[in-house]
Every structure is written in C-alpha cells, then in structure tokens.
C-alpha cells in the first residue's frame, strides 16, 4: 500500500509540474493507463477506491480465524486482534481499521464481549516516592524554519503521590538506550528515585512476557538490575490497570 501511494504521489507531483500523462507514465516506467486512473484522483478519493478496499480485503482473508478467536474468547479486544495479525502475520494494518471490522463481526455474526467481572474502587495514593509512571508519547508540530509538520517524541514521568511531572524530547523514535538515559536524567532532575516504575507494555523495555515471566530488553534489564528497581509492566489492551494505578 506503501508503493502505491508513492506512485500516486509522485504522479500527482509530476502533474502540478506541468508534466503530460505520456510523460509521466514514461518517466516513472509504468503503463499510461495507470496514470490516467490516478490522474483526477483526489487524495480522499484515494483513501477510499483504494486503501480502504486493500485494507478490507487484508482482514477478509483472515475473517474465518479471527471468527474463531472472537467465539472462544469472547473478551478478546481489538487492539489485542490487531497486534496478534501483526505478529502471526504481519499485517500492516491501522489499529482503527481492525476495531471497525471487528465491531462489525461481532454485530453481524452475535458475538457480544463477555461481561467484565472487574470491580473498581478508588484506592489510596501510594506513600510518597514509592511509584512513578512512565509512558511515551508523540506529536506532529510545525516547524518554524521549514513550515512543515514533524514529528516529536516525549518520555514523560509522574510520580503517582504528588503528580510531579518530567519529560524528556526526541526528534526521532527513542530506544531503549534512549529510555534508560531518561530515566537516569529524571532521577538526577529530581533529587532522587522511586523504588518502583509503572509502565504499558513497550518495546523499549520488554521483548517478551511468556506465563508472566517478563523477559527485558538487555539494555533495560542491566540498568533495573544496576538500581534496584521493582517494575510493574501493564499488559497490552488493559487501560483499566493502569488507571487504578493512577487513582
């Protein structure tokens, strides 16, 4: 799908250039034909003839499995089906894309989320230093000397008792050499380190969780051992947990 939008935009740019379809079909070595299809093409239109189509047909092929994983566990999210396509499969697909098939299916075929038998209450704040929360985020900004839009990361920290808060910028993806360095950087800011670190399950920090056990990241696991840290790891598609953690 990747391919095929950068044809589209290519043919699109070439156009804005002044460019004949002859030309272009010659230039980027593809049938004229094919030129002509994207030629009128807005970039909606795109999304909808073409990558909306691509993506469906991606999740039909997998339809009767995924059938299958909804009916014997009923409780199952999207966001869990989603990265299991990943993973087993890899599918390139947009979280968004899966949660819409996967609320049709369960409408089509009566296959309702098993009722949750959790029960929340607010707990007390843990006592002060005991807990901080880590969590990574991104947004796209405008740049001022370039006007155009970019990507930004942020590793941001809370500690749960008093909410203090730190973050640290990254204009490219962090690693887990970036994440140790700021969380090392987040201690020295604050005078001191909690006993315990409240992550979702990321792979900067965790490579695996086989029956609990959690297998770290080597660069991770070096550093919690160097601290003395204890790590609670939020599972994957389970908000919930976390957000007692936060009451």
């Not at 807005?42 to 994983?69: C, F, G, N, R, V």
């Not at 697909?93 to 996967?102: F, G, K, M, P, T």
């Not at 990361?153 to 204009?171: A, N, Q, T």
Request: charged letters at 30%; one cysteine or more.
């Amino acid at each position: 799908m990747t391919k095929r939008w950068q044809m589209y935009s290519k043919i699109q740019t070439m156009r804005s250039e002044g460019f004949s379809q002859r030309q272009v079909a010659r230039t980027l070595e593809i049938h004229r034909t094919t030129v002509k299809k994207y030629w009128d093409m807005t970039p909606d239109e795109y999304h909808e003839k073409i990558l909306q189509p691509a993506k469906k047909s991606s999740l039909e092929q997998h339809k009767d499995l995924i059938l299958s994983w909804l009916r014997t566990y009923p409780e199952i999210t999207a966001a869990q089906i989603h990265d299991w396509l990943k993973e087993k499969y890899n599918l390139q697909l947009a979280e968004n894309s899966v949660r819409r098939y996967i609320r049709i299916l369960r409408i089509d075929y009566d296959i309702k989320p098993a009722a949750s038998e959790r029960e929340y209450e607010a707990i007390p704040d843990p006592p002060m230093g005991l807990q901080m929360q880590v969590d990574i985020g991104s947004i796209s900004v405008e740049n001022i000397r370039t006007r155009r839009y970019q990507k930004l990361y942020c590793i941001g920290f809370v500690l749960s008792h008093s909410r203090y808060k730190y973050g640290v910028w990254f204009s490219y993806p962090p690693d887990a050499r970036d994440m140790v360095n700021a969380i090392r950087s987040c201690f020295e800011w604050m005078g001191g380190k909690p006993r315990e670190l409240v992550f979702d399950q990321d792979r900067l920090i965790a490579v695996n969780e086989n029956y609990g056990d959690i297998i770290y990241t080597k660069e991770f696991e070096a550093f919690r051992q160097s601290e003395k840290l204890d790590i609670y790891l939020c599972r994957k598609g389970d908000p919930p947990v976390k957000a007692e953690l936060r009451q």
